[in-house]
């Protein structure tokens, strides 16, 4: 630049050394090879694959710049240019790096899921002692010790001690959750409070972060309808630019100025590159599923967060989705001067010993309120119930096979209750005292609970103007009424699908479409996956079936049903900034074009090719900005 006549007579200075008018030449030389190589190699590239695009478009402005350059060098004819074309690759270079410096920041979801191993692992010998070794190194079947705050090293079940453990880099659940021996703990979790011994089940890329890993990865590669747009948009500007260019010089050297004329074409060729074009997207992209899966939603197919946004109805399935999938304790009630926490303990004491997964909902309520009594000779009835001892008295629970055995009558205020919380589903279980003359003590309702956070999950739905809430069911309607009624379903607007045969859910499915509806699918069970195939969005929650989540295009590492709400609102906001910065990236060039090829040129007013190229840089950091605002968007419900 220094050395240039054009730059030395603006501001007025002279530079009288020999062989000064070759330093253009051999340093632009240098600039051109050196710093225009990655330009060059994807221009010849897009060439070669017929798929022009922003490297094409660059590499000719630079080489027509060159060859323009050389050829006043060789007196041909009198264009200055060797400090504008340099000034040209230095920026578009500058441009390129803030590109891929933003792709790089993007894409660091990936990093952060690789630093959630340890690269060491405390393994425990047959003798009970512990030795480090690499996690490489780690087999199936070896128990690995994870002391307070240390990160699992791989998938397994723990075999010794109890530990809540923080699996929020992998679920997005943020309050850690209680393992104890024979629960599963994935690899990148963190032990919190206690030191746990845990057999490896997994190793390498079959654990579940490396499934999550291959997911983030495939999904970022992936496009979508916004980027086919994109490329084809980047492919008509190529050839818009290209006879923008040829024009523009037809035009310039008709009217007898050749060097204004290679000028424009450059100008031309260098404000129309497609960078801010081809950076909208993939950007977009990159951000979007990373931001995903550090919130525990994984995305398996792009396209099927791209139509969330589009939702009109949400299908949930009940069990284990809308609800916790276990029998909880509802309701107690007592008689005969035996009050409910009497009940509770007396049904624990006699259900302790009982596998019976009611029996277990009985045993865990009581915790809350005391301990269970304590009960000797247990006798299980099968179809009846169970019985044991207390205190020296005979008690039994049981259901109505129990109470007509020993034709005992039910007070008619127990019976009221029993038929009102059977009416809402629920299984009813009464204490009896067997010995003397049998009677009923107290009974206790137990239900499929609805999850506490599922209404909430609902009323975000609404929110974000889905027009439909439906549920399906094979359980009995009034049952899934119930739970329809705690969730908040209005009458007339949402569904119900109850009594529902599980190679039915698909057609479910197919009748919601067939009414013009756009359904997503929520499921968590092998019987689900027709279901989730079908729907336009197949959305697979929590740990899911390995079926499920083959046939799901997102999937939720939690079990949380507000994660589909998050899924929308990440859809709607990723969605929204593709248009943004297709919109920004299209409109600039419309106007820039014209500018370009010197069409004011009559007003005094034209665009150096350095400057063009500062203003396509700045075009490119404007849409690289506005991507990053996407990382604003709100997806937890701790966070909103």
């Known amino acids: 630049m220094l050395t240039s006549r054009l730059v030395m007579n603006a501001l007025g200075y002279s530079l009288d050394v020999p062989g000064v008018s070759w330093v253009g030449p051999m ?70 790096w803030q590109e891929m410096k933003a792709i790089g920041q993007a894409r660091g979801a990936l990093a952060a899921l690789a630093e959630l191993l340890p690269d060491e692992a405390e393994r425990v010998s047959a003798d009970g002692g512990v030795q480090r070794v690499k996690v490489s190194d780690l087999q199936v079947s070896d128990v690995v010790l994870v002391r307070p705050g240390a990160r699992v090293p791989s998938d397994g079940h723990v075999v010794d001690g109890s530990a809540d453990v923080d699996e929020s880099m992998i679920t997005g659940e943020s309050r850690p959750v209680p393992r104890g021996v024979g629960a599963r703990v994935v690899a990148g979790s963190v032990a ?55 024009l523009s010089l037809a035009v310039w050297v008709a009217i007898g100025n050749v060097g204004e004329g290679v000028i424009r074409t450059i100008t031309v060729l260098v404000i129309s590159c497609p960078h801010a074009l081809g950076l909208a997207i993939p950007l977009v992209i990159a951000l979007s599923t990373g931001l995903a899966a550090n919130n525990g939603i994984l995305v398996k197919n792009r396209l099927a967060l791209e139509r969330m946004r589009d939702i009109d109805v949400v299908l949930f ?10 029998h909880t304790v509802t309701a107690v009630s007592g008689t005969g001067g ?12 006699v259900e302790a010993e009982s596998e019976h997964p009611l029996a277990r909902a009985i045993v865990k309520a009581v915790k809350g309120r005391g301990q269970p009594a304590a009960a000797t000779q247990f006798q299980s009835l099968p179809g009846r119930g169970v019985q044991a001892n207390i205190d020296g008295i005979r008690y039994g629970v049981g259901g109505p096979a129990l109470l007509r055995e020993q034709q005992i009558q039910v007070p008619d205020h127990l019976a009221a209750a029993a038929e009102n919380w059977s009416g809402r589903g629920a299984s009813v279980l009464h204490l009896v005292k067997l010995d003397g003359v049998p009677q009923v003590l107290g009974a206790i309702a137990l239900e499929d609970e609805a999850r506490p956070e599922a209404r909430e999950a609902i009323e975000q739905l609404r929110e974000l103007g889905v027009e439909k809430i439906a549920m399906i069911t094979g359980d009995a309607r009034p049952v899934a009424a119930a739970i329809a009624a705690d969730l908040g379903f209005r ?22 479409q067939s009414r ?9 069970g092998v019987n689900d996956a027709p279901a989730l195939a079908r729907a336009d969005v197949g959305i697979a929650i929590g740990a899911g079936t390995d079926v499920a989540i083959e046939s799901a295009g997102v999937i939720l590492a939690s079990s949380d ?15 929204q900034k593709m248009i943004q910065n297709l919109v920004w990236a299209a409109g600039y060039n419309v106007i820039a074009i014209p500018v370009a090829a010197g069409a004011f040129a009559w007003a005094g007013f034209a665009l150096s090719p350095a400057a063009a190229a500062v203003l396509m840089s700045a075009s490119t950091i404007i849409v690289a900005l506005n991507a ?12 909103r």
């Open 561 to 575: 049903p507000r994660g589909v709400a998050s899924s929308m609102r990440l859809s709607k906001a990723s969605y």
């Open 338 to 349: 035996t009050n409910e926490d009497d009940v509770l303990r007396l049904a624990a004491g």
């Open 628 to 639: 990053q605002t996407l990382r604003r968007v709100q997806l937890t419900p701790e966070e």
């Open 516 to 524: 013009g509806l756009t359904v997503a699918m929520v499921g968590d």
């Open 192 to 246: 919190t409070d206690s030191a746990i011994r845990v057999q490896i089940d997994a190793v390498g890329d079959d654990t579940a972060l490396a499934g999550i890993q291959r997911l983030v990865a495939e999904a970022q590669a992936a496009g979508g309808r916004a980027q086919d747009l994109a490329d084809r948009f980047a492919a008509l500007l190529f050839y818009v630019a290209t006879a923008v260019a040829v």
């Open 27 to 96: 340093l632009g030389s240098v600039v051109f090879f050196y710093g225009g190589w990655p330009f060059l190699v994807g221009a010849v590239r897009e060439a070669r694959d017929r798929a022009p695009g922003m490297m094409l478009l660059i590499g000719l402005a630079i080489t027509v710049a060159y060859l323009a350059s050389a050829a006043t060098s060789l007196g041909v004819f009198d264009v200055d240019f060797w400090w504008e074309m340099s000034a040209l690759v230095t920026i578009m270079l500058l441009g390129h």
């Open 491 to 512: 009458p007339g607007v949402d569904e119900v699908f109850a009594e529902v045969l599980p190679a039915d859910k698909d057609d479910k499915v197919s009748e919601l």
């Open 317 to 326: 399935d009940k069990t284990g989705t809308l609800t916790k999938g276990e």
